[in-house]
């Protein structure tokens, strides 16, 4: 069992940034690929970025490339998303994922652990 613990949500003005980290713990972080999702009121949750194991892969939505960064850092046992440029679009709670396997995937069905989200709002 994974459990997966996000932080790092708060109010922040357009054009600020963020960082998110999410701190797995209970089984070997080394062998997950993980991903950040993020879902807004009314709407569906949506892949926003994903790194593979080694950390020498990573994925970005279109919608937050540029801007957003996904990075892990082994020793501490952490996985970061850098937010950069917000927009009051980028308002929602997002979610860490943890898949087994080295591959970074978009699919949220494929990550069998998810941790409980955190709140982002971006105000204008």
């Known amino acids: 069992q994974v459990q997966l613990v996000e932080s790092g949500g708060e109010l922040v003005q357009a054009g600020g940034s963020l960082r998110l980290s999410c701190a797995p713990s209970?089984?070997?972080?080394?062998?997950?690929?993980m991903g950040w999702f993020r879902q807004a009121p009314g709407k569906e949750r949506e892949f926003v970025a994903a790194?593979?194991?080694?950390?020498?892969?990573?994925d970005t939505a279109d919608s937050v490339k540029g801007r957003f960064t996904i990075s892990r850092d082994g020793a501490k046992n952490t996985v970061y998303l850098q937010m950069n440029s917000l927009k009051p679009e980028d308002t929602a709670v997002y979610y860490c994922?943890?898949?087994?396997?080295?591959?970074?995937?978009?699919?949220?069905?494929?990550?069998?652990?998810w941790g409980q989200g955190t709140q982002v709002t971006v105000s204008s």
């Open positions: 790194i593979n194991v080694s950390g020498r892969s990573t």
């Open positions: 994922a943890a898949r087994l396997g080295g591959v970074n995937s978009r699919i949220a069905h494929e990550y069998a652990y």
């Open positions: 209970g089984r070997t972080f080394r062998i997950y690929a």
